[in-house]
């Protein structure tokens, strides 16, 4: 995976450190067994990126996905959206997250949250990353949930060159 994959991945769907979120919150405008299904969504997201399963990753987006990463142009489609984690360089050690807020209605539904990574780069260099992200889904007919928004970006601060630092 490449730095640019790991931003996503952190800011796609985790905080450094989940004592230091607030506690999640959660609508009345969902049910509790939507909460459920979209908290399985999401840990479904972070165990297809954790194991580097681009198909399964993929495979959590809706058709017409779009997903808009830090310094990049939109990417359109589930079809992109598996080339982009497919072309990703970095090879994640560590990843976690923590959920803000879930809220929505209607069969749509947010997560907004925090991420935090560790990882090595293509080159042998350490990758270390943390962000945050909020995503959008849509209920699915079988009642599951489907991404179809997504976007994220780093707590790191730009260096001169305008790219993100790494710590």
């Known amino acids: 995976m490449s730095v640019r994959g790991i931003s996503l991945a952190l800011l796609a769907l985790a905080p ?3 004592a230091c979120q607030p506690p999640a919150q959660e609508t009345a405008g969902l ?3 939507d909460v459920a299904a979209i908290r399985h969504a999401n840990e ?3 165990q297809a990126f954790r ?3 681009d198909a399964a990753l993929a495979a959590l987006y809706s058709n017409a996905a779009v997903i808009m990463p830090p310094n990049e142009s939109v990417i359109e489609g589930r079809a992109a959206v598996l080339a982009y984690h497919e072309a990703d360089r970095v090879t994640v050690t560590e ?6 807020e879930i809220d929505g209605r209607d069969g749509l539904a947010f997560i907004r949250g925090t991420s935090s990574m560790v990882g090595r780069a293509e080159d042998g260099e350490p990758v270390t990353e943390s962000g945050k992200y ?13 991404i179809t928004h997504e976007i994220w970006n780093s707590d790191q601060p730009l260096t001169e ?3 993100e630092t790494e710590t």
């Open 31 to 33: 049910s509790d067994e």
């Open 134 to 146: 909020l995503v959008i889904l849509r209920k699915q007919a079988d009642g599951s949930w489907l």
């Open 161 to 163: 060159q305008g790219t």
């Open 51 to 53: 194991a580097d399963d």
């Open 95 to 100: 990843y976690s997250e923590s959920i803000v």
């Open 44 to 46: 479904s997201w972070i």
């Open 16 to 18: 450094a450190s989940a």
